[in-house]
């Protein structure tokens, strides 16, 4: 099936991470896209919130390339997102930040750690961890809330 919403351009779609209202999808130029389930049978989710990450984080930032993974905070109010540029950076999906026009509500956690893309990230669901895996072959634990390395 194909969501009448779907994006027209061209671009792959790398990950997806589900939460109790929708999905988040991430890919190729740095794109994230939230879609929202709605009532409607013929479209059954709509895309709320597009952004592309380069512009969120202001034109002196170098590209942050592809997303390559997307975890959620238990309480769902925080999206961590990997990019290959060895970025970590989280997202706001508070019901407020998701209604505002302006591209604003992404952060980075941390200044590039790896020394490749990152492959891989999980958030834990008893602590304001978030674990990532990349192509180095390091494997990195940090806290998200205090933007602290933990291993």
């Known amino acids: ?16 991470a589900a939460f109790s209202k929708g999905f988040v999808a ?23 919130k597009e952004l592309k990450l380069d512009g969120v984080l202001g034109k002196d930032e170098s590209s942050v390339g592809a997303v390559t993974a997307l975890a959620l905070s238990p309480s769902e109010e925080l999206l961590a997102i990997a990019t290959s540029k060895s970025q970590l950076l989280q997202l706001s999906l508070s019901p407020t930040d998701l ?13 590039p750690f790896h020394s490749g893309p990152i492959l891989g990230l999980d958030v834990c669901i008893r602590k304001q961890l978030v674990v990532t895996c990349g192509s180095d072959k390091s494997v990195r634990i940090w806290n998200y809330y205090d933007k602290t390395q933990e291993l």
Not at 26 to 48: A, L, Q
Not at 99 to 111: A, N, W
């Open 1 to 16: 099936m194909v969501l009448p919403c779907s994006p027209g351009e061209p671009g792959s779609l790398l990950c997806v």
């Open 26 to 48: 991430g890919g190729e130029g740095g794109i994230i896209r939230v879609f929202e389930k709605v009532e409607d049978v013929k479209e059954m989710f709509r895309k709320t």
């Open 99 to 111: 209604l505002k026009t302006e591209e604003s509500g992404v952060d980075h956690i941390l200044t």
